[in-house]
């Protein structure tokens, strides 16, 4: 029993061993191994584990030594790549040096789930430049600094640009010349109150009658009168023209209407009307009396209780005056886009001259 038993822990501590070591795994290089005084050179950091583990880096960063002559001049994160089942994370260093040795540089640790894993130990040689000490006069002292020669290459943009914005800027003169040429058209908009049908057929019935044409020999003209005030009410009152229609038409419309007030008067002094107009007949002063009354009747019948409204009339205006109109709305939009223009132009033209002379 006590036999198998160390077996069973000595299987168990294998096992556990060969988990550890699958764990994780830490690799460590370096683009060159010898560099020249200033030089830089990557080193590579890299661990390779199971998704999902908590990992710790060296703390390391810009501007700080690695090793005393060997500095880290920037730090960037490598990408993370995936295989068979682990993951592979990486980071790089960039080192330089300014003094001439052979640098060990130890191996970096990593923790991984709070056990460390080492990478390997690298060399870098450090190199001074070769100087030719036989040959001092080829040596020359440090230049003064020295103006960019004119390129057009860099400058031609900017020169044309400007030309475009000086081109504008005379379109844009030209234009605001022809819209102060273009007086505006300005329209009045009349208001005019609308009066009800009865009461301007009541009225023109009261001039008839005040003018006396009942009692006037001229019956041709009071009929007519009379007639055109009626068929104007009842164009304005039912909707239909009765100033191109015949009597009979107009009394058929009527009663199609369903209105049936005054039909039978008012068809009798259509048929008068139709008489004197065209038959020559002379009626009575009683007759021509009652067919006032009857006109004046039909219309009181029939009236709607409207009140007077106002409507805004705009005027219309000519082709030329719309030509004109529409011209002065073209022009005010190309002025204010070239406005536009121009100061976006303006303002990228100062900053590429800004990059440039900078």
Known sequence: MK????????????CSTIGWAQKAFVEQSIDSVAILIGQQTHMTLSVTT???ARISWPRLKPSQYLIPGIEIVELQKGDSTDADGMIKISRVYTLTSFDEKLYA????????????????????????VPVDTLHPNQFFPAKDVQDNPFQWEEWHLVFWLSIIVLVL???????????????PIVTRIK???HVPAHQKALKAIEEIKAAHMVTSENQKEYYTRLTDTLRQYIKERFGFNAMEM????????????GDQKGIDELRELFTTADLVKFAKHNALINENDLNLVNAAKFIDETKTE???????????????????????????TLIYASIGVIIGLAVYIVYQIAQLLG
């Open 3 to 14: 036999l198998l038993r160390n077996i069973i822990i000595v299987v168990g501590l294998m």
């Open 50 to 52: 199971k998704p999902g």
């Open 105 to 128: 540089i130890p191996a970096l640790k990593i923790k991984v789930d709070n056990q460390s894993f080492s990478g390997r130990q690298l060399a870098l040689k450090v190199m001074t």
């Open 169 to 183: 800027c005379l379109l844009m003169i030209y234009l605001f010349v022809r819209l102060k040429q273009n007086k």
């Open 191 to 193: 208001i005019v109150k």
């Open 246 to 257: 015949t009597s009979s038409e107009i009394i058929y419309r009527l009663r199609e209407a």
């Open 306 to 332: 409207a009140q007077e409204v106002e409507e805004r009339i705009v005027p219309k205006l000519s082709e030329v005056e719309q030509l004109t109109q529409k011209n002065r709305v073209l022009l005010k």
